[in-house]
């Protein structure tokens, strides 16, 4: 063995999450030593990144105010929230268990690691923010200022359906996935149904603004790939807590894999791709725009139209039609 294996070994040997936090005693089926590395790998991988985006945003030139410097918070936070998950799911905590329906990996009660879902709740809002602002041009062409405050208001509003439909995805598979019965798999259609619905929302954007000329391909291609990624999602849960087809530590790696795709690397690249060709005064202009509408240029003109000054010494001329008081004394 050499030496750089046996250092590895040695790391990994070091590795005592499970037996310092040992499965209930009720747990039939659960994580193990292997599936515990497996994870404290994906939480080195989440942590590296948190780490390398705090310096990013407090050192380099994207430190500004406005739009970049808010765009920089998404994969910050994202890979520091799932830092901190799978450092409690490598550690072997936040779970529960449940009785299974099916017995193809086993018999009686399955660990389930409601943290995960937890993690989910909080991060995927921010996965499909980052798809919008990349595929939407309203973004990276604000030149225009007309109806630029209604621009905005839409984009809220598709964020928001978007952020709902996604909450009832992941819920409908954490809801599901605590039921003993048949029924859970009422709540799994459910959230497959919403999540179709929040990927055709993601694809027809991706596909509106392949025809506009300040679209980004590159971001646009990786969203359009990624959506192979996001229909796996359900067929974890249906392999793990929904049909007990694979073993915990199985399911450790294959939520890990999934996981880091779309919370770690892909809102990572597509930040930066939205660095680059967002307009940085786009919030600047809605604010603008909404003093504007509410009466800011009535008061420009006011002072503009009002009365002109005059030097010193001056002599005043009085309106057409009405008399000089100089020439009346």
Request: proline share 3%; aromatic share 16%; hydrophobic share 50%.
């Amino acid at each position: 063995m050499s030496a750089a294996t046996e250092f590895i070994h040695n790391i990994v040997k070091r590795n005592r999450a499970v037996a310092v936090n040992p499965p209930n005693p009720e747990v039939d089926m659960h994580i193990t030593e292997h599936g515990s590395d497996w994870l404290w790998a994906a939480f080195s991988v989440f942590a590296l990144l948190a780490v390398v985006h705090v310096f990013i945003y407090a050192f380099t030139s994207v430190k500004k105010s406005g739009l970049k410097k808010s765009l920089m918070i998404i994969p910050l936070f994202l890979n520091t929230v799932f830092a901190f998950a799978y450092y409690t799911y490598a550690s072997n905590l936040g779970y529960t268990w449940i009785e299974v329906e099916f017995q193809h990996a086993g018999e009686g009660n399955r660990q389930i690691f409601y943290s995960r879902f937890v993690a989910w709740f909080l991060g995927w809002p921010l996965v499909l923010a980052i798809f919008q602002i990349i595929t939407n041009t309203t973004f990276t062409n604000a030149s225009d200022d007309t109806n630029l405050f209604k621009k905005f208001l839409t984009l809220f509003e598709d964020l928001f359906t978007r952020f709902l439909a996604i909450s009832v995805f992941v819920l409908g598979l954490l809801i599901g996935a605590l039921i003993h019965s048949t029924y859970k798999w009422g709540y799994f259609t459910f959230s497959v149904v919403f999540q179709l619905f929040a990927i055709y929302l993601v694809v027809f954007d991706v596909i509106k603004s392949f025809s506009d000329v300040t679209h980004s391909t590159i971001g646009d291609l990786i969203i359009l790939a990624y959506i192979v990624v996001w229909i796996l999602y359900p067929v974890a849960w249906g392999l793990s807590e929904g049909g007990n087809v694979i073993q915990p530590d199985s399911e450790a790696v294959f939520y890990g894999i999934l996981d880091l795709l779309t919370f770690g690397f892909i809102p990572t690249i597509l930040t930066w791709i939205a660095i680059n060709n967002v307009d940085e005064d786009f919030f600047t202009k809605v604010w603008h725009f909404h003093l504007k509408s509410e009466g800011g240029a009535a008061y420009d003109q006011e002072k503009v139209v009002g009365e002109t000054p005059r030097h010193s010494g001056d002599t005043a001329v009085a309106p057409s039609g009405v008399p000089n008081q100089e020439e009346e004394a």
